[in-house]
């Protein structure tokens, strides 16, 4: 309250300076005027405020609101790679985007600001109205949803959700393990494995045999993989057992796998394929047999006392079983040898050196475990060697000179195809009316196709049936009657009539005439192929001309050929 003055009044206007408590002076007494003037002030000014406050109201409720241009995408991301929230917002104007964990309500950003104490999480605004909340080296704990906020009224908001996938994983604890079973069991194995998304479990042989798997109890099948937690071997034998693969696998890289062995025991088998073996004195042999056993069957050999047999009775004899066994060792002339194919099968070998007759007789190979045992007899014989008796006998060799021939050969190519020139060798001993000239004999056969073949101290020459024969021959200067012409040329006959010198020659050629035939089909030959029109019936068409210009050879021309041989002769 305002203090009050001497006459007891309340002025309207006091002021107090600074260390005074004095009044103002003087002040005037009447103050309605100026109580009434104050008065309309304040109402004015409310009234501006007002209007003020409507007009911002009117403002803001013309303004378009902030809203998401598009939802969030959902990620799916292997554990340790990075995911990344988008958040599209238009008309954001003065507001401010958030973005927080959807499961416990825990602010992660506002506006660019990570306000989280957590340094995998980061917020970028790579364009205008894009705000993207980024999440490095991701675990399996940031699987869940994100929500995007934007603080207007009322509040808007959206979600995005995070996967994050695991790789496979095989529990050695919950899987089971390396198992041993007796042959005929059954065995059940399991395989425990981990992942998101779940992964599928496969089995196969680690060799790449196949598995087998029995059906209603009965039925068995091989099949290369197994899919399933869970596999199950019925029956076992001694052919199902080594190393079995569990292998997981889901869409993250990399698969795993766990290896499981399933050991199988049985007693052992022996068996051989020679059981009766030959053998000849000082020369090496060797006994061999083949064994399966698991566990491994302790092996050795032996050889039964006094059952030396020879090669007369090798088929017939058996051994004693009460006889006396010596087991063999290794030494000079004996080596013991063991090789294993499999876990559980091999074969066991005895090599002996330098035999003797004393070798021969009955050898075992035995193999033996705890679970049983098992032999193979093998018997061996002495063949004897086959004696040699020498026998030397005295030969006495009589040479006897034969007489020289001057041969001259006949060429072995034809320079030409149309006439061949053969000269002959001279015959000896020749009649005594007849001087030593060139001698021709000649075999017709009767039937066709005709052959002519030539013969001169034993060579044989052929004319084959496309070719007609002529003979043209002038005797020597001593033959009675004899001509003067030339060698090859036109002579006289074997009666004297004509002349010409030279020795005597066949000459063989074909007539124009057949080469005109000959020439004229095959050109009708070819062209009928050209236009393959009678492709099928063309090699018989040509044997039929074959046989045509056989048919065709000159009847005189041979009579005549006839009669000169028969002079020659």
């Avoid at 992942?195 to 598995?211: F, N, Q």
């Avoid at 199950?232 to 079995?244: E, F, I, K």
């Avoid at 060579?459 to 009675?480: D, F, G, R």
Wanted: net charge neutral.
């Amino acid at each position: 309250m305002a203090p009050i003055d001497d006459q007891g009044s309340c002025p309207a206007v006091t002021g107090q300076h600074r260390g005074s408590k004095r009044l103002l002076a003087r002040r005037p007494t009447v103050q309605n005027p100026v109580t009434t003037a104050g008065s309309g002030l304040l109402l004015w000014l409310g009234l501006l405020v007002v209007l003020v406050n409507g007009n911002t109201d009117s403002r803001n409720e013309q303004e378009p609101k902030p809203s998401f241009a598009s939802p969030i995408e959902n990620v799916t991301v292997p554990i340790g790679r990075e995911a990344t929230l988008s958040c599209v917002v238009q008309n954001l104007g003065a507001y401010k985007v958030g973005w927080m964990r959807a499961s416990d309500q825990t602010v992660l950003a506002l506006q660019g600001r990570v306000v989280t104490h957590n340094s995998r999480y980061a917020v970028t605004q790579e364009e205008p109205n894009v705000w993207r909340l980024k999440i490095r080296n991701v675990r399996e704990s940031d699987r869940g949803c994100y929500m995007c906020q934007i603080n207007a009224t009322p509040l808007q908001k959206q979600v995005g959700c995070v996967d994050v996938q695991l790789p496979p994983d095989i529990s050695d604890e919950q899987s089971s393990s390396d198992t041993t079973i007796r042959e005929g069991g059954n065995v059940t194995f399991f395989c425990k494995a981990t992942g998101h998304p779940e992964p599928r479990v496969t089995w196969r042989r680690d060799d790449g045999s196949p598995l087998y798997q029995r059906r209603n109890g009965t039925d068995t099948r091989k099949v290369d993989t197994h899919i399933g937690n869970f596999l199950n071997l019925s029956n076992v034998d001694r052919s199902q057992m080594g190393a079995y693969l569990c292998i997981a696998s889901n869409e993250v890289p990399p698969a795993v796998s766990k290896r499981l062995y399933l050991n199988v025991h049985f007693p052992p088998n022996v068996t051989t394929e020679r059981p009766l073996l030959g053998v000849y004195e000082e020369s090496d042999m060797e006994l061999v047999c083949a064994t399966e056993s698991f566990p491994r069957s302790v092996n050795y050999w032996t050889k039964l006392s006094g059952t030396g047999i020879s090669s007369g009775s090798a088929r017939n004899s058996a051994p004693n079983p009460s006889t006396a066994q010596e087991v063999i060792v290794n030494g000079d002339r004996y080596e013991i040898r063991e090789q294993y194919r499999t876990q559980y099968s091999g074969q066991i070998s005895l090599r002996i050196r330098r035999f003797e007759t004393a070798d021969a007789g009955s050898y075992m190979c035995i193999s033996s475990n705890a679970f049983g045992k098992a032999n193979k007899t093998i018997r061996v014989y002495e063949i004897k060697r086959p004696t040699t008796t020498t026998t030397t006998t005295t030969t006495t060799t009589t040479t006897t000179e034969a007489p020289t021939t001057t041969t001259t050969e006949a060429p072995t190519t034809i320079p030409d195809r149309r006439t061949t020139l053969m000269s002959h060798r001279s015959l000896d001993p020749f009649p005594a009316h007849h001087p030593p000239t060139d001698y021709i004999f000649e075999y017709i056969t009767n039937s066709p196709p005709y052959g002519v073949e030539y013969g001169s101290n034993g060579e044989m020459y052929y004319n084959y049936p496309q070719l007609t024969a002529y003979s043209k021959s002038s005797p020597s200067n001593q033959y009675p009657g004899g001509g003067g012409g030339s060698a090859g040329t036109s002579g006289g006959d074997h009666d004297g009539s004509g002349g010409g010198s030279g020795a005597r020659s066949l000459l063989v050629s074909c007539s124009g005439e057949d080469r005109l035939v000959t020439i004229l089909v095959m050109a009708a030959l070819s062209c009928l192929s050209f236009f393959r029109l009678f492709q099928v019936y063309l090699p018989w068409i040509t044997v039929l001309v074959l046989l045509l210009l056989i048919g065709r050879r000159p009847k005189e021309k041979e009579d005549g050929f006839r009669e000169y041989a028969g002079r020659a002769v």
